[in-house]
């Protein structure tokens, strides 16, 4: 019987947030004898706490844990992320809003050049004001605009790109 399944039975097979249904060995358990007979299986070792105790996770590569849990980045949800995010509101409460783990939300706002790498977030709060005519969407840009450049040009473009839109006016004018 492979090593693994023989450690599935000895210490039962269990879900663990975020890694999957994995194995999870106590450290103390663990030999190190093990590894390269569970790599050749084709098993991942993870590493991580549960309980309080430091365990080792054993995964089968097959078995990551599924993404469908959570929608792929389509353009109309990087649409309601950016609109969220110009309102000024915080990858948690965008996460929230849209359903979303917060993780997800704070890479693709930080591929997107929407969020200071290596800067503290500040705490999430409601929108400072509501756009709803153009004449407020303008004041609004404006006001982003004066906040951000030069330092975030990256968001500048993307803001003055979707005033343009909003505007009804080309994007390449």
Same mark, same amino acid.
């Given at each position: 019987?492979?090593?693994?399944?023989?450690?599935?039975?000895?210490?039962?097979?269990?879900?663990?947030?975020?890694?999957?249904?994995?194995?999870?060995?106590?450290?103390? +358990?663990?030999?190190?004898?093990?590894?390269?007979?569970? +790599?050749?299986?084709?098993?991942?070792?993870?590493?991580?706490?549960?309980?309080?105790?430091?365990?080792?996770?054993?995964?089968?590569?097959?078995?990551?844990?599924?993404?469908?849990?959570?929608?792929?980045?389509?353009?109309?949800?990087?649409?309601?992320?950016?609109?969220?995010?110009?309102?000024?509101?915080?990858?948690?409460?965008?996460?929230?809003?849209?359903?979303?783990?917060?993780?997800?939300?704070?890479?693709?706002?930080?591929?997107?050049?929407?969020?200071?790498?290596?800067?503290?977030?500040?705490?999430?709060?409601?929108?400072?004001?509501?756009?709803?005519?153009?004449?407020?969407?303008?004041?609004?840009?404006?006001?982003?605009?004066?906040?951000?450049?030069?330092?975030?040009?990256?968001?500048?473009?993307?803001?003055?790109?979707?005033?343009?839109?909003?505007?009804?006016?080309?994007?390449?004018?």
């Amino acid at each position: 019987m492979p090593l693994f399944e023989q450690l599935a039975e000895k210490f039962g097979l269990k879900q663990i947030d975020p890694f999957g249904t994995v194995v999870p060995v106590p450290s103390k +358990d663990y030999m190190n004898m093990w590894t390269s007979q569970l +790599d050749s299986e084709g098993v991942q070792i993870l590493q991580g706490r549960l309980d309080g105790k430091v365990c080792f996770f054993l995964r089968k590569k097959s078995n990551q844990p599924q993404q469908s849990s959570q929608p792929e980045w389509t353009p109309e949800l990087v649409e309601k992320l950016k609109l969220l995010r110009n309102q000024k509101l915080g990858h948690r409460a965008i996460a929230k809003q849209l359903g979303l783990k917060e993780h997800k939300v704070y890479k693709k706002l930080k591929e997107l050049g929407l969020i200071a790498v290596g800067k503290k977030q500040k705490a999430d709060s409601e929108p400072v004001s509501t756009v709803n005519k153009p004449t407020d969407l303008l004041g609004e840009l404006i006001s982003s605009l004066n906040l951000l450049y030069p330092k975030h040009k990256l968001a500048c473009k993307v803001l003055l790109q979707n005033a343009c839109v909003f505007m009804g006016e080309n994007k390449n004018e």
